[in-house]
C-alpha cells in the first residue's frame, strides 16, 4: 500500500472519530446525515495538502491533523448546503442521492450547520490542548477562507441572478473565494503550524493560490467533458442553468489554455519554495495528480 493510501486511511479514520455519538432520541438523525457526507469518500484534497504542507516542517501529523480534519468537514457542509434545491439543487454527489435527497432538506441543512461547528470545535480543543500562536493562527486562516472573505462571499456571487458588468473579473473573484479560498487556506494553515518565514509563505500563497483556481477551471471543463457516471454528480448543468463559468464564458479550448498557464504559476511556486530550502516532493505530486485528474 502506497504512502498516500496510507494517508487517506488515517484522514478516513480520524473524520469518522470525529462525529458525536448520539442517538435520534437526543437528535442524532442530523449526525447520521453528516455521517452520510463526511464519510462518503472524496478526493480529500484539502487534508492533503494541509497534512503534507505541515509535514514538510516538520510538524507531526497528530498536530496537523485536527486542522485538516476541520477543514474537510467544512468543504463537506459547503456540498451537502450547495446541493440544496436554493443553490445549485442537485440530486447526486459521489455516485449516489445527495444529502438532502437522502435525509431531506431540513436534516441536510442541520447536518451541514453541525459540521461547521464540529469544525470549530475540532480546531478549537486543539488549541485548547496547546494554545501556541501557530495553531490560533492555522484555525484563523481556515476560519476566514470559510467565512464571508472566502467561501462564503464566492457562493454569495455565485448565486447572484443579473450578470455582472465586468464578468471576467467577476468569474475570477467567484472562484478564488468559492474554491480557491480553502484549497489556499490548506497549505497556508500547514505553513502557519510550522512557522514557515514570509518568503516562504509568499511562495506557498503563489502555489495555492494558483492551485485553487486550475482546480476551478479544471471543474469547468469536466462539466462538458466528463460524464455522471465518472464525476458522481450532474453534468452539463453549468450551460443549462446559465452559470458564469470559465467554459461557459470563453469556451472550452480558452479554458484548457487558462488552465496550463495557471498550473505553471503554480508550479512556479513551488519552485520557490523549493529554491528556499524545503522538499516539495509531497506537494508536486499532488500537483501532478490535479493536472491529469480527469474526475
Not at 30 to 36: D, I, Q, T
Not at 53 to 71: G, K, Q, R, W, Y
Not at 139 to 165: K, T, V, W
Not at 245 to 274: C, D, H, I, N, P
Request: charged share 25%.
Amino acid at each position: 500500500m502506497t504512502a498516500d493510501h496510507l494517508l487517506l486511511e488515517r484522514i478516513e479514520s480520524a473524520l469518522s472519530g470525529l462525529l458525536p455519538a448520539i442517538s435520534k432520541m437526543e437528535g442524532g438523525r442530523a449526525v447520521e446525515a453528516a455521517a452520510y457526507s463526511l464519510t462518503a469518500g472524496g478526493k480529500r484534497i484539502r487534508p492533503t495538502l494541509l497534512l503534507r504542507t505541515a509535514a514538510m516542517f516538520d510538524i507531526e501529523e497528530t498536530v496537523a491533523m485536527p486542522f485538516a480534519a476541520a477543514l474537510e468537514m467544512i468543504h463537506t457542509y459547503s456540498l451537502i448546503h450547495d446541493d440544496l434545491p436554493a443553490m445549485d439543487d442537485d440530486d447526486t454527489r459521489r455516485g449516489r442521492p445527495s444529502n438532502h435527497k437522502a435525509f431531506g432538506e431540513a436534516n441536510a441543512i442541520l447536518a451541514g450547520d453541525g459540521l461547521l461547528n464540529l469544525a470549530y470545535e475540532t480546531m478549537l480543543a486543539a488549541i485548547r490542548d496547546n494554545p501556541d500562536e501557530k495553531r490560533i493562527e492555522a484555525a484563523s486562516i481556515i476560519g476566514r477562507a470559510a467565512g464571508f472573505h472566502g467561501m462564503i462571499g464566492g457562493q454569495c456571487l455565485d448565486l447572484e441572478e443579473e450578470r455582472p458588468h465586468d464578468p471576467e473579473q467577476a468569474l475570477r473573484l467567484i472562484q478564488q473565494k468559492k474554491t480557491g479560498a480553502l484549497i489556499s487556506a490548506a497549505v497556508l494553515a500547514g505553513a502557519a503550524l510550522g512557522g514557515a518565514s514570509d518568503d516562504v509563505r509568499e511562495a506557498l500563497l503563489l502555489f495555492s493560490d494558483n492551485l485553487g483556481l486550475a482546480f476551478q477551471i479544471k471543474d469547468d471543463l469536466l462539466d462538458v467533458q466528463s460524464t455522471s457516471k465518472k464525476l458522481g454528480k450532474t453534468v452539463g448543468k453549468d450551460q443549462r442553468d446559465d452559470k458564469l463559468t470559465f467554459v461557459t464564458w470563453y469556451g472550452e479550448a480558452k479554458a484548457e489554455r487558462f488552465f496550463s498557464e495557471t498550473m505553471q504559476r503554480a508550479k512556479e511556486g513551488l519552485e520557490r519554495a523549493a529554491k528556499a530550502g524545503l522538499d516539495v516532493t509531497d506537494l508536486a505530486s499532488i500537483w501532478h495528480y490535479l493536472e491529469q485528474r480527469d474526475y
